[in-house]
T-cell receptor, first 112, second 111 residues
Framework: QQQVKQSPQSLIVQKGGISIINCAYE??????FPWYQQFPGKGPALLIA?????SEKKEGRFTISFNKSAKQFSLHIMDSQPGDSATYFC???????????FGKGTKLTVNP | DTAVSQTPKYLVTQMGNDKSIKCEQN?????MYWYKQDSKKFLKIMFS???????INETVPNRFSPKSPDKAHLNLHINSLELGDSAVYFC??????????FGNGTRLTVT
């Protein structure tokens, strides 16, 4: 049972373009939705996170959009750069549990 | 200063051996985790400890045994290693609920 579904599996974007990664969840008890960025040979690092009381959160070029009724959230990377090339994971937790459930990841490649 | 550090970074061993991975965090967090990342990059929680007490124990073979001597350390011991145990194992920590801070992983290869 996959509690967080992420798409696409891979994404290729030109420099300066917008990268969009989508996630959907099933458990309505989830109340914390982070995105992690992972470079080869490194651990996942927290990029940005949102709670369901807001529909959007922006930090620099990174924006999370959240749709509670549809149980979906997405990551938008504006003005994508080659240095953004990494694997991105959405995740969710909540309902009193400290367990963070991850999506399967999206490998983003930004071409120069 | 490394916030969550794991040793070793690479571990190559033969089937049937027993091995340990060590993790230390200097963030003052009270919760520590072990996650497994398979060859397809899927991250799955294995265990979680809060102040040395086991609070999450997913469906993991009992060949895997975590040990937390204090709240800054969480070690993972694996008995009778199998080929399917080959993966990257990540230690992480948090102050209560997420967000999690991850180490850089231990790549385990079983031959």
């Amino acid at each position: 049972q996959q509690q967080v579904k992420q798409s696409p599996q891979s994404l290729i974007v030109q420099k300066g373009g917008i990268s969009i990664i989508n996630c959907a969840y099933e458990n309505t008890a989830f109340d914390y939705f982070p995105w992690y960025q992972q470079f080869p040979g490194k651990g996942p690092a927290l990029l940005i996170a949102i709670r369901p009381d807001v529909s959007e959160k922006k930090e620099g070029r990174f924006t999370i959009s959240f749709n509670k009724s549809a149980k979906q959230f997405s990551l938008h990377i504006m003005d994508s750069q080659p240095g953004d090339s990494a694997t991105y994971f959405c995740a969710a937790s909540g309902g009193g549990s400290e367990k963070l459930v991850f999506g399967k990841g999206t490998k983003l490649t930004v071409n120069p | 200063d490394t916030a969550v550090s794991q040793t070793p970074k690479y571990l190559v061993t033969q089937m049937g051996n027993d091995k340990s991975i060590k993790c230390e965090q200097n963030l003052g967090h009270d919760t520590m985790y072990w996650y497994k990342q398979d060859s397809k990059k899927f991250l799955k929680i294995m265990f979680s400890y809060n102040n040395k007490e086991l609070i999450i124990n997913e469906t993991v073979p009992n060949r895997f045994s975590p040990k937390s001597p204090d709240k800054a350390h969480l070690n993972l011991h694996i008995n009778s290693l199998e080929l399917g145990d080959s993966a990257v194992y990540f230690c992480a920590s948090s102050q209560g609920p997420p967000p999690l801070h991850f180490g850089n992983g231990t790549r385990l290869t079983v031959t």
